[in-house]
């Protein structure tokens, strides 16, 4: 059974539009990322409001270190199923189909939206 530990958010500076998670595995590296835009659905369908606004990497960084433990069952579960499941193993990219199948809830409690002009709101 490979384990994941020393799970934390990357939070230095790099070019992917997501949350960026670092672990181990034993001495192996492992990188896992949860693109923006699943971020974003995945906090629309925890405020149930759909308020379509984008979230910033400040936010989904601050949302990752508080969901912290929900997120690294859900990358060690993806992780554990091997390089069959996973094509770029040991990166783990998590879909949104795989924050479904964990049943796994997003805390919001600590989200906090910044009021935009309406120019910056998604169109549907």
């Given at each position: 059974?490979?384990?994941?530990?020393?799970?934390?958010?990357?939070?230095?500076?790099?070019?992917?539009?997501?949350l960026?998670?670092v672990?181990?595995?034993?001495?192996?590296?492992?990188?896992?990322?949860?693109?923006?835009?699943?971020?974003?659905?995945?906090?629309e369908?925890?405020?149930?409001?759909?308020?379509?606004?984008s979230?910033?990497?400040?936010?989904?960084?601050?949302?990752?270190?508080?969901?912290?433990?929900?997120?690294?069952?859900?990358?060690?579960?993806?992780?554990?199923?091997?390089?069959?499941?996973?094509?770029?193993?040991?990166?783990?990219?998590?879909?949104?189909?795989?924050?479904?199948?964990?049943?796994?809830?997003?805390?919001?409690?600590?989200?906090?939206?910044?009021?935009?002009?309406?120019?910056?709101?998604?169109?549907?």
């Open positions: 059974m490979m384990s994941l530990t020393q799970f934390s958010v990357d939070e230095g500076p790099h070019s992917m539009d997501g960026r998670l672990a181990r595995d034993g001495t192996e590296r492992v990188e896992a990322f949860v693109g923006r835009k699943v971020m974003d659905v995945w906090a369908s925890a405020e149930h409001h759909g308020g379509r606004q979230l910033f990497r400040d936010q989904y960084n601050a949302l990752g270190k508080l969901n912290l433990a929900a997120i690294q069952r859900i990358v060690s579960a993806k992780y554990q199923r091997g390089a069959a499941f996973n094509r770029q193993h040991p990166f783990i990219e998590v879909l949104f189909s795989d924050i479904t199948e964990s049943g796994e809830a997003l805390d919001l409690s600590e989200l906090v939206r910044e009021v935009l002009p309406p120019a910056f709101h998604r169109l549907t």
